[in-house]
């Protein structure tokens, strides 16, 4: 099943997508080769395409054309009103947001684990795009890619005080603690003054769904094994 965002559909040249666990590892240090070559089988040119470097904190980096083809150290979150300019980000049960704004046609992506989620990325995220390209957040759209959900992301006794501020995110589920990510995601696009209107959840979990997606906390690898997710604006 390929991810479709309803709000994003017939916006012309816009592209977006997530990659699947057939199209192989795209780790973005170890499998640069493949990623290249998975970009160019779907019309994409690598070197139009800019990588944030993931360092699970929560500062989104505004970039333009010179970030084609690179690794931009520091960020967990790329926007850019750059025609052509595609922004992409790498998880492997995380979650990555995916923002437009279909007036300004400003565009972000945000790769948020339980750590960028709680440190602010996505209010961050959507902060910059409105102080660097006007966008109103009202009129963002957003979607929520795949990534690891309640029914699998089990935390310690001892972690759930992180998550005191989202009590309705815990769930206690046999005698273990569940944290329901995509719940607190959602609460922070709303906070963040996104339309309950313009948020899609995809709602797939990359733990279950084991056939189409890696899962770090599933298949435990030596070296991480991420799909890509990717969003540009080709032409207006």
């Known amino acids: 099943m390929d991810l479709i965002f309803p709000q994003f559909e017939g916006h012309a040249g816009l592209r977006y997508g997530f990659s699947k666990r057939s199209a192989g590892s795209m780790n973005r240090w170890h499998e640069v080769k493949n990623r290249q070559d998975y970009f160019r089988q ?13 360092v699970h904190g929560n500062t989104p980096l505004a970039v333009d054309e010179a970030a084609g083809g690179q690794m931009i150290s520091g960020a967990d979150a790329l926007v850019t009103d ?4 595609f922004l992409s980000a790498t998880s492997a049960d995380c979650f990555l947001i995916y923002l437009f704004d ?3 046609l400003a565009i972000g992506i945000a790769h948020a684990g339980w750590r ?12 910059l795009m409105s102080t660097r390209y006007g966008s109103a957040a009202p009129d963002i759209l957003a979607g929520v890619g795949p990534g690891i959900r309640d029914c699998h992301f089990e ?10 501020a989202y009590p309705e995110a815990i769930i206690k589920r046999s005698g273990k603690t569940f944290i329901d990510l995509p719940l607190i995601i959602n609460r922070q696009l709303l906070t963040a003054g996104i339309s309950a209107g313009h948020i899609t959840d995809s709602g797939r979990c990359t733990y279950c769904l084991a056939d189409e997606y890696f899962s770090y906390r599933r298949d435990k690898p030596e070296r991480v094994q991420p799909m890509v997710g990717y969003i540009g604006v080709t032409s207006r």
């Open 42 to 54: 779907i019309g994409i040119d690598p070197f139009q395409t800019a990588t944030a470097d993931l």
């Open 82 to 85: 750059r025609r052509g300019l």
């Open 102 to 104: 279909p007036k300004s």
């Open 116 to 127: 960028g989620a709680l440190a602010g990325l996505i209010a961050n995220t959507v902060d």
């Open 155 to 164: 935390i310690s006794s001892f972690d759930i005080i992180k998550y005191q």
